[in-house]
């Protein structure tokens, strides 16, 4: 049997990506033209200019003072801005695992360091070694834990809890 989290077939994969995420991703503010004709693909400068929509049929509506130079410049900008995105989400992720895998690593560590104490054989050195254990264990966690207050505190999307005090 999958996973209950792998997206099914006619699930759309937002949905998803937000499952994973923990939440929805913020959309980016609506420009006032790209509500009119859904399913077009429009290319804008930031101000709201547009120069060029492309039908769903293949067919072009240009704007005013169009060139192509300009529409292929914000196009590939914005292409560009999305694989950065992209390209810092997969790092994050990467570093996510490998944090989650050393605190699980510290813990199957711990646990092992714990039962060979329990036994009635348990030596000052198992002792010891219990105790590094442990203070690697919460080290590893100290990490994990500023891992994500620094997600919190570079990521606009993330809400950072209010303070107490």
Known sequence: MGDERDPKPDEELKEYWDEVRGGPTPEPPERR??????????IATSKDRMLVRIHPDGT???GPEYTPDEAAVEFWTAMARRRLETEQRL????????????????DFSYEHAQART???????????MEEISRRNLESSVH???EFARSLVETRPDLQRP???G
Do not use: K
């Not at 790209?34 to 693909?41: A, V, Y």
């Open 162 to 164: 209010p303070s107490s």
């Open 143 to 145: 990490t994990l834990i």
């Open 60 to 62: 072009l509506t240009f």
């Open 118 to 128: 329990r036994g009635e054989d348990a030596t000052e050195h198992d002792r010891l």
């Open 33 to 42: 033209f790209s509500r009119e004709h859904p399913g077009d693909l429009v």
């Open 91 to 106: 790092i994050q992720f990467h570093a996510q695992e490998q944090l989650l895998a050393r605190v699980a690593q510290a």
